[in-house]
């Protein structure tokens, strides 16, 4: 079975500021890793996927994630954050080679201060 | 990617009523799931639901309570039945990339948020 741990449900941030949120993962099989954001009353939208290859990928808005396999994480960055990143952060794992279930972690608020 | 489209996007019901929800997706695709994001919480998988054949649910979810339609490979229903307050969350659906590779990625509805007293 496979699952994810993403700590705290809260993180603020300044405007330029770092932002890091932390997900790390379970799987038995080489696993697919996801970033999903959801901006108020929107669905979710995908960020960026690790699925082969090169193990820092990056994606939409300047965010960034590093497969870590010895570490069993895929932590989420960007070097200075903006206003309009403030949304919910959601890390999710599939299991490669099987049907599409994404098991997503409980998320993390990001909110961005002035 | 695809295009997908929920209604209602929100509703106020009252308990012992029911919903049905509705999604459309621009193109044809085999799997559509439904999820539900109770408030502060992530998403959970209610079923799986495949043109042609039932609805797989997942464990804590029973077809009495949540029964699907999938008549064609675009469009899905989900419905929420006898609700309760504790049935209040936001409900989406999703639909594989449509990119030939199965890599896990979903796509997501807006979500039909769902209040019930």
């Known amino acids: 079975a496979q699952s994810v741990t993403q700590l705290g449900s809260h993180v603020s941030v300044s405007e330029g500021a770092l932002v890091l949120l932390r997900c790390n993962y379970s799987?038995?099989?080489?696993?697919?890793l996801f970033w999903y954001v959801q901006y108020p009353n929107q669905g979710l939208q995908l960020l960026l996927k690790?699925?082969?290859?090169?193990?820092l990928v990056k994606g939409i808005n300047g965010f960034e994630a590093e497969f870590k396999k010895s570490e069993t994480s895929f932590h989420l960055t960007k070097p200075s954050a903006h206003m309009s990143d403030a949304a919910e952060y959601f890390c999710?794992?599939?299991?490669?080679?099987?049907?599409?279930?994404?098991?997503f972690g409980k998320g993390i608020t990001l909110s961005v201060r002035p | 990617s695809a295009v997908i489209s929920q209604k209602p996007s929100r509703d106020i019901c009252q308990r012992g009523t029911s919903l049905t929800i509705q999604c459309q997706v621009d193109s044809q695709v085999t799997m559509m799931f439904w999820y539900r994001q109770q408030p502060g919480q992530s998403l959970t998988l209610i079923a799986t639901?495949?043109?042609?054949?039932?609805?797989?649910?997942e464990s804590g979810f029973v077809i009495d309570k949540f029964p699907i339609s999938r008549p064609n490979l675009t469009f899905s229903t989900l419905t929420v039945s006898n609700m309760s307050p504790e049935d209040s969350s936001i409900y989406l659906c999703?639909?594989?990339?449509?990119?030939?590779?199965?890599?896990?990625?979903?796509?997501f509805g807006e979500g039909s948020r769902l209040t019930v007293l």
């Open positions: 799987s038995s099989v080489p696993p697919y």
């Open positions: 690790y699925t082969t290859g090169a193990t």
């Open positions: 999710a794992v599939s299991e490669s080679g099987a049907n599409s279930k994404l098991t």
């Open positions: 999703s639909v594989e990339g449509i990119t030939g590779v199965n890599t896990g990625e979903l796509f």
């Open positions: 639901a495949n043109q042609g054949s039932e609805a797989t649910y």
